[in-house]
């Protein structure tokens, strides 16, 4: 089934090759380059899910997913944290932040779309226990 995705990411190679890839998969994707902007639109439309690359001019994504997790609205949508920042901790920091999955860069053109949909539910199943 086709997802809206909002993509907050600030380097257009990726942004291009990610959208790319998402939309050849019948996707829809909205795109923010930082991370105010995208919570702006976050707050604004319904998203299945957030792409939230790490590596963002000003505010970082770390602190971007907290924003996006301290809005009730927002807590049931998923955070997919991209970054290519190669540091042990990165995805300890990330699930902390927030989000649910970690995906790094360079993305995998093959298993690209599928790492995503991986969290697609994943605040929609197996919470109420
Ligand atoms: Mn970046």
């Given at each position: ?7 907050i ?20 994707v ?14 604004r ?11 963002l ?40 932040a ?16 599928a ?8 605040r ?5 226990t």
């Amino acid at each position: 089934m086709s997802a809206t995705i909002l993509l907050i990411e600030d380097n257009e190679q990726n942004r291009y090759l990610t959208t790319f890839l998402l939309e050849h998969s019948g996707h829809r994707v909205i795109h923010a380059a930082d991370g105010p902007t995208g919570i702006d639109l976050a707050s604004r439309e319904r998203y299945d899910m957030i792409l939230l690359d790490i590596q963002l001019p000003g505010m970082s994504g770390y602190d971007v997913a907290r924003v996006l997790r301290s809005r009730p609205a927002l807590a049931h949508v998923p955070i997919v944290a991209v970054t290519s920042y190669a540091m042990v901790g990165d995805r300890e920091t990330a699930i902390l932040a927030g989000c649910d999955g970690y995906l790094e860069k360079p993305i995998d053109p093959e298993t690209f779309v599928a790492d995503v949909m991986r969290h697609r539910h994943a605040r929609s199943a197996g919470e109420a226990t």
